[in-house]
């Protein structure tokens, strides 16, 4: 029986990793994604907590899962404190714009992101985000942000990491945290689809991605390359001369 749950446990540090991270349908359904992620995480902590108490003893067990335990409340505290340092400074900096329920930081450049505060999110822009994008791309931008509050990527992001931190020397860990990232931002840019359009979304991911600038100079980075690909795939059609206005 112990060989089994080895044999198990191998196949689920090395191959499955690799096999789900390349799967098609992950792009497809990135909430599908997710969950088999986090199914995969507790399933091979499951494992290798029975391979040691097989092994060697259920006192060994409990002292790893309580260290594991640790670490998963050490990072979302750390995670949280960081947090709550950049609630203050937005507080001291950040202008509340109650049309469009954000918080507008006077700043050139063109950044959106969430930042978590439990049952109150915020959604932070820049003076050079409402510059630069038009109405309906900054509805999607405002969408795909608010799916990332709505459906608490930040405890899905932080538990990865968690699981990242705990496991350091197993490649499939950090390749699970860099997957899951990835699918809590395909997932929000369906909701930014859902809200507004394909063509919209996409041309948003792109001219903040530019920050405005045109033809050669634009060299996007390894992630926004594939979010917009991946909606690229999803097109019902050869449509990306309408993306760029």
Known sequence: MTGVFLLLLAALLGPVPRLLSNARWAGRVPRAAAITWVVYAFV???LLLLNLVFVISWLVAGVLLAWMIGRLVHTVLTLRRTQRRHQEMLAMVAEWDPGRRVHVI?????????????AAPMVVVT???LELADDAELRAILAHERSHARNRHDLLVAGFLAWQRI?????????AA????????AWADDAAVAAVSHDVTLRAIIRMGSGGADGPVWDPDPPTLRRIRRLLDQMPGPRAGHLVR
């Open 106 to 118: 006077d700043d050139d450049r063109a950044l959106a992101y969430c930042l978590p505060n439990g």
């Open 127 to 129: 003076r050079g985000c």
């Open 44 to 46: 091979t902590a499951y």
């Open 167 to 175: 496991l350091p020397f197993v490649p499939s860990c950090r390749l």
């Open 178 to 185: 860099d997957a899951v990232g990835a699918a809590t931002e």
